[in-house]
């Protein structure tokens, strides 16, 4: 069954080429079609075009299914194109004509365009809460190591001192710009589109303002050019702010990579949480970060596929867009599981206490030397001289005693302020409307 069936077979190869990857990948859609299929039969039936007994059956029958999505139970059938074919057929099946209506005012464009945005605002979510975890590990282990030092490097050379609180702090601090860049991603991604057809509106008199309320969206795409236009734009916007996690975790990953090595050894892992190697009985290798750092390569590149593949398109639906899904909807599960791995795999780390001990540290603390003199009244680039010169004659003899005190410092983490910074990032989501809103549609 096509809904499209106009009474004549397609060509086989044509079929399986068109249809691509859409089975596999709309399966992870299908919550989000039963729901919206909700609103609008809701929708229709204010507007006249359902009865009273219709519009129960319809959603009696689409309950029916959202149970068996639930459950694992829902497939999409050989010969059926994708989710909306699906769907339609199994109401058909149940109720004969009545199942038919549901498509009343609709097309498959803004269709997979609403699906698209449930299932995207369902996944922020989801990061958000990851991330917010992983955020905490991190600063509960920024404040559990303040006091352990360990060397900053610049252009990978020897710089001046860090610590771990340092460390641990500014990965937590990044995640929270990632959220803020999320969060901008989130509000373009939570508009209707429902109602725009196949981009061009309808002779219906539909009610958008009411499926946009039924679903929880904050607006609507109230153009219905713009709102067909949105597929592409969104999840490009959406894997910009994705692949700021990414790039988060990938720098993280690299840290932990290198300061695990036999050469740094700021850090280790439990035996238990690494891999070996089949010929050197010596080896701990880092695998799950390698991994980690892997994976967020590959995010990062995702603005730019769907950059390609939308970039040169008209206004209006393009078969093109059917690719972004194939590159889109897997991304998520692949942020989400570096966010969870990362945290797990953080929450075992060691830190070496004794790295400033070893005496190739020891230039360090050259710019404390230089600072020193200054306060006693030396000219900045005199002091700066005189230390170099130190070192260069082998007379310089570091000193350890370190006095930072500004904001973010060393001795001034700031990690209340960044939770702070954290914890209005997270509030603006404001979830909780659309988990009203959808435990009402489902409770209706």
């Known amino acids: 069954m096509k809904i499209w069936d106009k009474g004549f077979s397609i060509d086989k190869r044509i079929e399986t080429f068109t249809i691509g990857k859409d089975r596999e990948l709309d399966v992870w859609l299908a919550p989000f079609d039963i729901l919206g299929s909700m609103a609008h039969s809701r929708m229709l039936h204010k507007i006249g075009l359902l009865s009273d007994e219709e519009l129960e059956q319809l959603l009696g ?44 005012g609709r097309s498959r464009n803004d269709q997979v365009l609403l699906d698209l945005r449930l299932y995207i605002r369902h996944e922020i979510q989801t990061i ?14 920024s404040e559990k190591h303040k006091n352990v030092l360990l060397p900053g490097y610049t252009h990978t050379q020897v710089a001046m001192p860090s610590s771990f609180g340092l460390w641990f702090g500014a990965y937590a601090e990044s995640l929270v710009d990632d959220l803020t860049v999320l969060q901008a991603a989130f509000r373009v991604a939570n508009q209707n589109p429902l109602g725009s057809a196949a981009g061009y509106g309808s002779s219906f008199p539909l009610d958008r303002s009411m499926t946009t309320k039924l679903l929880g969206f904050d607006s609507m795409s109230y153009n219905v050019v713009y ?104 991304a998520f599960e692949d942020l989400k599981d570096c966010l969870s791995i990362c945290e797990y795999m953080l929450n075992h780390v060691e830190v070496n206490k004794n790295i400033l001990d070893d005496d190739m540290y020891k230039y360090l603390f050259s710019v404390e030397a230089v600072n020193q003199e200054v306060l006693k009244g030396v000219p900045f680039r005199d002091a700066y001289k005189k230390i170099g010169a130190e070192i260069a004659s082998g007379n310089y003899r570091p000193d350890k005693d370190l006095k930072h005190s500004h904001e973010g410092s060393l001795g001034n983490l700031c990690n209340d302020k960044i939770a702070e910074k954290m914890e209005k990032a997270t509030a603006a989501f404001d979830f909780s409307q659309v988990e009203k809103a959808l435990s009402e549609l489902l409770t209706y």
Do not use: W
């Open 61 to 104: 029958g689409l309950k029916e299914i959202y149970a068996q999505v639930e459950k694992g139970e829902f497939e999409i059938e050989e010969g059926l194109e994708d989710v909306h074919s699906q769907v339609e057929l199994m109401l058909t099946r149940k109720l004969g004509d009545v199942g038919k209506k549901v498509h009343s």
């Open 128 to 141: 958000v809460d990851l991330s917010t975890k992983l955020f905490d590990t991190l600063i509960r282990l």
């Open 227 to 330: 709102a067909q236009m949105g597929r592409g734009k969104v999840e490009k916007t959406v894997s910009f702010a994705l692949a700021s996690i990414a790039a988060t975790l990938g720098k993280m990953a690299a840290d932990v990579c290198l300061y695990m090595s036999q050469n740094f050894g700021f850090i280790t892992l439990p035996d238990h949480l690494t891999t070996g190697s089949s010929i050197m009985p010596h080896k701990k290798n880092p695998d799950v970060f390698e991994l980690i750092r892997a994976k967020a390569n590959k995010l990062q590149a995702l603005p730019n596929e769907v950059t390609l593949i939308i970039t040169n398109l008209t206004s209006g639906y393009h078969r093109d867009l059917q690719l972004v899904k194939e590159s889109f909807l897997p």
